[in-house]
Every structure is written in structure tokens, then in C-alpha cells.
């Protein structure tokens, strides 16, 4: 038996990647599966971009970049932050990574000493506790639920702070429940922050674009708390980038230098190519993503109306990225045949091994109450996804 480390052996598979491990394999063994459990836009990258990309190629962008990416890149971030977020950072400021999820990691590593508190909302996004508990910190958990649309008060987060706390971080919008937190609400946040300066804010931003408010508020607008703000951010989501792997996150120079220290010993720069795509998305305009982004709304209002057709499911408004976020929990208990539903694991497979629809358990986001379903497909799949789900709780008892 391999001796691994215990940092490997303490952490769990993404449970998001696991239901589409366990979606393909249904697939492959002969089922009609609709995946609901991926977080992804199923539109092409805008033509603009790939033409960028291609351009890139041509004039032979293929060699090392700085380790925090290319000036013009961070250059063209630093416009797009001050142009749609009225933010004023310099290229210094901005470390360009391979996709939002290492920006996220960077700054945790950079900032979290072991023992040192990290805040988290739940529902979180998937794999924050798990980066906090890399860096070796504790994670502190405060619950919103849906009944609060999923957000938390400035009179929680004062509750739970202490000397040993280091970091806040929390999605907005959010996944997985696409809540949006309005200038009022962040306001009210940034007010607590600003009575305790040791603290640092990491503001997960991926899903700006999808925002069906179309403004998008930042934490980072507050200029009492800025110099303690890390933005992240990238091009996945509203620019339909998935696989290109590029995020990047805005801080104060001194904690971009660390993460380029960092990122210089890790995986160094990300893609040259994707760089450059990347820069070609920065200085597209956001009205030029709102057909995705009103096709979505389209998708969440269609989705809703079939969903409160299905008796026991309870559901908010989501207001930005591409999340249903039910609690499902008045059917805990019940059962069908040899299927007993105890828990939102449970349910999720349930749901997948009686009617192929994959869902993600609550549980991965800290809220054991709820699913996750991606509505980042056709509405004829959705539409046959939901009429499932309803006949298959139609049969428990």
C-alpha cells in the first residue's frame, strides 16, 4: 500500500466532478442521462475571442510569459475594472492564473498561517473549505438560508469574528445558489470589516457577467476596506471559457507580489494563447455577452415554474449565475422499494440511478438540505429533466 500523504488522504473527490464521473459512466453503459450537476455554459466561446486566440498563434505567442501574465493582458484587466466597476487598480496589482480557482487558492496561501479562522457563508462553492483546510486553516461556517435568500446578515459575520480570524471569502454571485448581494447588503458588511483590519476579503466574482440585474456590485467599491480586498475573477463563465483555464484576481501590490512568488514555484504562468484570448475578452463589453445572459434568465424562470409544480420543493429567486438551489429535505425519510432517502446524497442518487438526471447533494456546499441543478442547457432537456425528477418523487412514499 502507498504511504500518501495525510494533506491527500483528508480531502475528498469535488462532489461536482464526481456526479459527472457517475453521469458519463451511466452514458456509457447505455443510459439516457441529462447532466445537471456541471457548472458550465453550454455556448461557444465568441468568435472575436477564438479569433484573437488564432492571431496569437500566427504571430507566435508561444513562449514563456511573465509568471503573473502578460502586461497587456493585465493592463486590459485593469481598464475593464475601472471601466465596469469604476476600480482603480494598476497591472502591478492583477496576477493572472490558470482559472479562478488557483486566483482562489493563491491568495489562501499567501494570506493563512496553520490555526488561523477563515469565514465562509454557506452554501459555499465547493471546493472552499476544502483550499482552507490546504493552507492549513479552519474553516468558521455561518449559515443563510433560503428563507434569507441565502445571504448573510452584517450582525452574523460580527458574531463569528475573532482574534484568530484571518480571511473572509464568499461568492456573489453566488454559487451555488445564484444569490446576488446588493451595494446595500455589502455596504453593511463592509462597515463590519472596517472595525477589524486584520481581516482579509476574498470576493469570488466568476459569475459578474451572469447577473440577471445586469449591475454588478463588488465588495472592493468600499474604499475603507480595499487595501484587504482580493477580487477574483476570469473568463469561464460570462465569456463562455471554460477550458481555456484563465482567471485572475486584483489586490493590494503586496499581496500580488506574494502570489506571483508563489505562482513562480507552483505551475508558473497559464497558457500564452489563452492570454491572449483573454485579452480580447477584457476589452469586449458586457452588453455583448446579454444574449447568454438572457437566454439563462429564460432557462431559470422555465425551470422555476416546472419545479413549483413538484409538491414538497421549496425554492428562492435566483438573481445571477446558472443555479437552482432547492431545499429538498421534506423528503427525507421517505422511500421507494429498496431506496430509502436519508440525506441530499440520497436524493441525488435517487434521482440519478431511477431516472438518469444528476443533481449535486447539498451536503458539498454546506447546506445538507438542499440540491444543486445547473440549468446551463437546452430547455428541452431541462424540460425533460424536471418532468422526470417530479415522476420519480411521485413514486416515494
Same mark, same amino acid.
Given at each position: 500500500?502507498?504511504?500518501?500523504s &495525510? =494533506?491527500i488522504?483528508?480531502m475528498?473527490? /469535488?462532489?461536482t466532478? @464526481?456526479?459527472? =464521473?457517475?453521469?458519463?459512466e451511466? %452514458?456509457?453503459?447505455?443510459?439516457?442521462?441529462i447532466?445537471l450537476?456541471?457548472?458550465?455554459?453550454? #455556448?461557444?466561446?465568441?468568435?472575436?475571442?477564438?479569433?484573437a486566440?488564432? &492571431? /496569437?498563434?500566427d504571430d507566435?505567442?508561444?513562449f514563456?510569459?511573465p509568471?503573473?501574465?502578460?502586461?497587456?493582458?493585465?493592463q486590459?484587466?485593469?481598464?475593464?475594472?475601472?471601466?465596469?466597476?469604476?476600480l482603480?487598480y494598476?497591472a502591478?496589482?492583477i496576477?493572472? /492564473?490558470?482559472?479562478?480557482? !488557483?486566483?482562489?487558492?493563491? @491568495?489562501? +496561501?499567501?494570506?493563512?498561517?496553520?490555526?488561523?479562522?477563515?469565514?465562509?457563508?454557506t452554501?459555499?462553492?465547493v471546493s472552499y473549505?476544502h483550499?482552507v483546510s490546504?493552507a492549513?486553516?479552519?474553516?468558521?461556517f455561518i449559515?443563510a438560508? *433560503?428563507?434569507?435568500d #441565502?445571504?448573510?446578515?452584517? !450582525?452574523q459575520?460580527?458574531q463569528?469574528?475573532?482574534?484568530?480570524t484571518?480571511?473572509?471569502?464568499?461568492?456573489s454571485?453566488c454559487?451555488?445558489?445564484g444569490s446576488?448581494?446588493?451595494r446595500?447588503?455589502?455596504?453593511?458588511l463592509?462597515?463590519?470589516f472596517e472595525k477589524?483590519p486584520?481581516i #482579509?476579503i476574498i470576493?469570488?466574482e466568476?459569475?459578474?457577467?451572469i447577473n #440577471?440585474?445586469?449591475?454588478h456590485e463588488?465588495?472592493?467599491?468600499?474604499?475603507? *476596506?480595499?487595501?484587504?480586498?482580493?477580487?477574483?475573477n476570469?473568463?469561464?463563465k460570462g465569456?463562455a471559457?471554460?477550458?481555456? =483555464?484563465l482567471?485572475?484576481?486584483?489586490?493590494?501590490?503586496?499581496?500580488a507580489k506574494?502570489?506571483? %512568488?508563489? !505562482?513562480g514555484?507552483f505551475?508558473?504562468?497559464?497558457?500564452?494563447?489563452?492570454?491572449k484570448?483573454?485579452e480580447?475578452a477584457m476589452?469586449?463589453l458586457? !452588453?455583448e455577452?446579454?444574449g447568454?445572459?438572457? &437566454?439563462?434568465?429564460?432557462?431559470r424562470?422555465?425551470?422555476l415554474?416546472?419545479m413549483?409544480? *413538484?409538491?414538497?420543493i421549496?425554492?428562492n429567486l435566483?438573481?445571477?449565475?446558472?443555479?437552482?438551489?432547492?431545499?429538498?429535505?421534506s423528503?427525507y425519510?421517505?422511500?421507494n422499494g429498496d431506496? *430509502?432517502?436519508?440525506?441530499s446524497?440520497d436524493?441525488?442518487?435517487?434521482?440519478?440511478?431511477?431516472?438518469?438526471?444528476?443533481?449535486?447533494p447539498g451536503?458539498?456546499?454546506?447546506?445538507?438540505a438542499?440540491?444543486?441543478l445547473?440549468?446551463a442547457t /437546452?430547455?428541452?432537456l431541462?424540460?425533460?429533466a424536471?418532468?422526470?425528477?417530479k415522476?420519480? +418523487?411521485?413514486?416515494?412514499?
Amino acid at each position: 500500500m502507498i504511504n500518501l500523504s &495525510k =494533506r491527500i488522504n483528508q480531502m475528498t473527490e /469535488s462532489e461536482t466532478l @464526481a456526479m459527472s =464521473r457517475k453521469s458519463r459512466e451511466l %452514458k456509457a453503459q447505455g443510459h439516457d442521462v441529462i447532466n445537471l450537476s456541471i457548472g458550465e455554459p453550454d #455556448f461557444f466561446t465568441p468568435d472575436n475571442i477564438k479569433k484573437a486566440a488564432k &492571431k /496569437s498563434i500566427d504571430d507566435n505567442y508561444t513562449f514563456y510569459t511573465p509568471v503573473n501574465g502578460y502586461n497587456e493582458l493585465r493592463q486590459a484587466i485593469a481598464k475593464k475594472l475601472k471601466r465596469d466597476n469604476n476600480l482603480d487598480y494598476t497591472a502591478e496589482e492583477i496576477v493572472v /492564473s490558470t482559472g479562478a480557482k !488557483q486566483a482562489i487558492m493563491n @491568495a489562501l +496561501l499567501c494570506l493563512v498561517d496553520p490555526g488561523d479562522e477563515v469565514i465562509i457563508p454557506t452554501p459555499y462553492w465547493v471546493s472552499y473549505n476544502h483550499m482552507v483546510s490546504l493552507a492549513e486553516g479552519k474553516h468558521v461556517f455561518i449559515e443563510a438560508g *433560503i428563507e434569507n435568500d #441565502f445571504k448573510i446578515t452584517a !450582525q452574523q459575520l460580527e458574531q463569528s469574528i475573532t482574534p484568530k480570524t484571518k480571511v473572509f471569502i464568499f461568492s456573489s454571485p453566488c454559487n451555488p445558489t445564484g444569490s446576488v448581494y446588493s451595494r446595500e447588503e455589502l455596504e453593511s458588511l463592509a462597515k463590519v470589516f472596517e472595525k477589524y483590519p486584520h481581516i #482579509f476579503i476574498i470576493s469570488d466574482e466568476i459569475y459578474e457577467l451572469i447577473n #440577471f440585474n445586469k449591475n454588478h456590485e463588488s465588495i472592493a467599491q468600499f474604499a475603507s *476596506i480595499k487595501d484587504r480586498v482580493i477580487l477574483v475573477n476570469g473568463v469561464s463563465k460570462g465569456f463562455a471559457m471554460t477550458g481555456w =483555464r484563465l482567471g485572475y484576481f486584483a489586490s493590494h501590490i503586496d499581496i500580488a507580489k506574494a502570489a506571483t %512568488k508563489l !505562482q513562480g514555484q507552483f505551475t508558473s504562468a497559464t497558457c500564452s494563447i489563452g492570454q491572449k484570448a483573454a485579452e480580447e475578452a477584457m476589452h469586449t463589453l458586457p !452588453q455583448e455577452t446579454y444574449g447568454m445572459l438572457d &437566454k439563462f434568465r429564460e432557462r431559470r424562470d422555465m425551470v422555476l415554474d416546472l419545479m413549483n409544480d *413538484i409538491p414538497g420543493i421549496k425554492t428562492n429567486l435566483p438573481q445571477g449565475a446558472f443555479y437552482i438551489f432547492p431545499d429538498v429535505s421534506s423528503y427525507y425519510g421517505k422511500r421507494n422499494g429498496d431506496h *430509502i432517502i436519508n440525506n441530499s446524497s440520497d436524493f441525488c442518487m435517487y434521482i440519478l440511478n431511477k431516472v438518469y438526471v444528476a443533481l449535486v447533494p447539498g451536503d458539498a456546499f454546506g447546506s445538507p438540505a438542499c440540491v444543486r441543478l445547473s440549468y446551463a442547457t /437546452s430547455n428541452e432537456l431541462l424540460k425533460e429533466a424536471i418532468k422526470r425528477i417530479k415522476t420519480a +418523487l411521485s413514486e416515494l412514499k
